[in-house]
C-alpha cells in the first residue's frame, strides 16, 4: 500500500477544509495525523472529510470527519459541499449520496456553483442530542455564563444536527462577545457529555439570523454548516423566524451567507453555499507528513 493519498485543501465560507483520497484502502487517517496537519499553517483545518469506498449500496462514498484535535465529528456541512465539488469536478456528476456515522446525506451542485446537502432532521430529544439531564423542552434549557442576576449568554436552544448545538441568542452582534474565552467552557460544560457545538444567533429580521460559532474539537472557526442549520432549525421552532432563512455568517471569508430550508413536507433541513478548492498535494494519512503540488503557472513555466 502506497505512503501517501492525494488531497485538496479547501473552504467553505472560510471553514477550512481537507478533503483526502482514502478510497481503495483499509486504513484511515490517524488522530495524529490531522493533529500534525493541524499544526503547519499551510494545513491548518477545521474539520478533514477523507472518503473512504462506500459501505452501503446506493451510495457513493463513506465520509469519516476527524476535528483538528483528532477526534471524531458526527457531520459538518461546509465539508459535505467541498467534498461535493471535489467529486463532481473530478466526474462530471451532480448528484451523491454519503453515508457518515451520523447516517446518510444526499447533496448536489447546482449550475452557478452552489452546493445543496440534505443534511437530514433536526433531533430534539434531550438522551439523543444528548444532554446530561433531562429536558422536556430543549427550545429553551437552562445553562448560562456569568453573573446569577446578569448573565451574558443564557437559555440556550439545543438541538442535534448528527452533532450537538448550543444556540444563545444575542441581541448585540455577535462578534461583540468574547466567544474565544466563553466557547471552551460551554463546549466542554457537564450538561453536554459528547461536548457541543456553540452558536451565538442574532435574529436580524424575520426571514435572516448573523452567527457566529465555536466548534467542538476545533475551536473558533470561519464557517460552520451544521451549526446554520441548528440556529435555523431553532430560530423557526421558537418562532423567532420562518422555516426558510438566509444567514450571515459573521466571521465568513470572504463575506458570504448560506440558504437554510427546514423543509415542512419531511422535516429534512437543505443547506445551500459555495465550496472553494485551493490547493492539492500529497499526504501520510499515518504520519501527516505532505507535499504540496506544483500551481499550474510554475508548471507551464
Known sequence: MADTVEFARMNGLGNKILVVDMRGRKDKVAPAAAVALNADPATQFDQIMAIHDPKAEGTDAFIDILNSDGSTAQACGNGTRCVVQALAAESGRKAFTFQTIAGILNAVEHEDGTISVDMGKPVFEWNKIPLAEEFHDTSRIELQIGPIDGPILHSPAVVSMGNPH????VDKDVMSYDLGRFGPLLENHPMFPERANISLVQ??????????????GAGLTLACGSGACAAAVSAARTGRTGRKVT?????????????IEWRERDDHVVMTGPAEWEWSGTVD?????FSRDAEPEAQAR
Open 166 to 169: 448550543a444556540v444563545f441568542w
Open 247 to 259: 444567514i450571515e455568517v459573521a466571521t465568513a471569508k470572504p463575506p458570504g451567507k448560506l440558504q
Open 203 to 216: 435574529v436580524t429580521s424575520p426571514t435572516s439570523l448573523r452567527m457566529r460559532t465555536w466548534e467542538r
Open 285 to 289: 494519512p499515518a504520519t501527516g507528513a
